[in-house]
């Protein structure tokens, strides 16, 4: 469609040029600079990163990351591992030393007990021990024959007053059932004899008639 020889036509060198291009830079900085945002460098040779390799470049770091990761981990573990070897050598030294110098306190211990006259004192000492810990024992022996002599007495005792008073349960039932038969016993006769009665009276009543 022809345009008019006088229309207003839109150009875009008038509107993407260098100066155009600078402006816009210095304005929108201006207006993103409260956000942080910085002007780049005016006449850079710097391009734009394309998004392929934006990702590649990150996936790039995240692998250097982790394998920077792996070996940290590595080194942890060998330093966890010579940690724990050398605390143990430790406590196998002390542990050593410690018997070494107990053997070393009991040998001086004997040494001097033997050049004294205090070993046999302590074997006097021991000897009453053990004779106190006999008699001990021997009290504890007799004590437990004592408890189950008047355990064996009172089971006796309790079973033969179970024995007197289920007898006296089985006697006191047997009399009771005796007596309740003779009741009824009674009463049967006493019903007896009351419908006999009133025959007789019947019959002397039709008598007379």
């Not at 956000?35 to 040779?45: A, E």
């Not at 046999?120 to 189950?148: A, F, P, S």
Request: proline residues 0%; hydrophobic residues 30%.
């Amino acid at each position: 469609m022809p345009q008019k020889a006088n229309a207003v036509r839109l150009c875009a060198d008038d509107v993407l040029n260098r100066d155009k291009m600078v402006g816009y830079h210095d304005s929108y900085a201006e207006v993103m600079g409260k956000y942080g945002l910085k002007r780049g460098v005016r006449g850079s040779d710097a391009r734009h990163t394309t998004t392929t390799q934006y990702y590649r470049n990150i996936k790039r770091e995240t692998e250097r990351l982790q394998n920077c990761m792996k070996l940290r981990q590595s080194d942890v573990e060998e330093a966890e591992r010579l940690l724990k070897q050398t605390k143990s050598e430790i406590n196998t030294e002390k542990l050593q030393a410690a018997k070494t110098e107990a053997k070393t306190a009991f040998v001086s211990k004997i040494g001097s007990l033997l050049g004294s006259g205090k070993l046999k004192e302590v074997e006097q000492h021991n000897r009453k021990l053990c004779e106190l810990v006999t008699d001990r024992e021997q009290y504890i022996d007799e004590l437990h024959e004592k408890i189950q002599r008047t355990e064996d007495s009172h089971s006796k005792q309790l079973d033969e007053m179970q024995r007197k008073h289920q007898s006296e349960v089985a006697n006191l039932e047997s009399k009771h059932s005796t007596e309740v038969t003779m009741l009824n016993d009674i009463i049967r006769k006493a019903k007896r004899g009351s419908r006999c009665w009133r025959h007789a009276c019947k019959w002397k009543t039709c008598a007379g008639r």
